[in-house]
């Protein structure tokens, strides 16, 4: 049997040991539109947004969720939205692309389809 003394080593062993196996997760990019009514279309239907994405929070299939901001946004009092991101756990990536492409960001033009990334993830931290 192998020895892990570090703390990593140790991490790493307690990964190895037999769980109960868990969905797979899946991080997304889903960067906003630049064009200059982008931020208008993603704030007349945030509320809707934020109500779907509730209950897939409450359900599990949204594991971290949030809006991208500028830099700027960092040290000012005005947050400007420029995307959204989010960890899914789901039985595979059609799951999480079909919930993507169903969410009114995507149907209302606001997400820029063609930058949008949706790629598996394996966490280190804990994820909440």
């Known amino acids: ?7 990593i080593g140790r991490s790493l062993r307690r990964l190895s040991t037999s769980a109960p196996p868990t969905l797979p997760r899946f991080f997304v990019y889903a960067p906003d ?3 200059p009514d982008a931020l208008a279309r993603r704030l007349s239907v945030r ?7 509730r209950e897939a929070i409450d359900g599990g299939f949204i594991r971290v969720a949030g809006a991208l901001l500028t830099p700027e ?8 939205m420029i995307g ?12 999480v692309k079909k919930m993507i492409e169903t969410d ?15 790629l598996p993830f394996a966490a280190v931290t804990p994820i909440p």
């Open 84 to 95: 959204s991101m989010f960890i899914f756990q789901a039985e595979n990536i059609e799951a």
């Open 73 to 80: 946004s960092v040290s000012s009092e005005n947050k400007k």
């Open 1 to 7: 049997m192998q020895r892990f003394s570090s703390p």
């Open 47 to 53: 509320s809707k947004h934020l109500e779907v994405a």
């Open 104 to 118: 009114i960001y995507y149907t209302s033009d606001v997400w820029d389809p063609e930058r949008i990334v949706i």
């Open 33 to 35: 539109k630049t064009d």
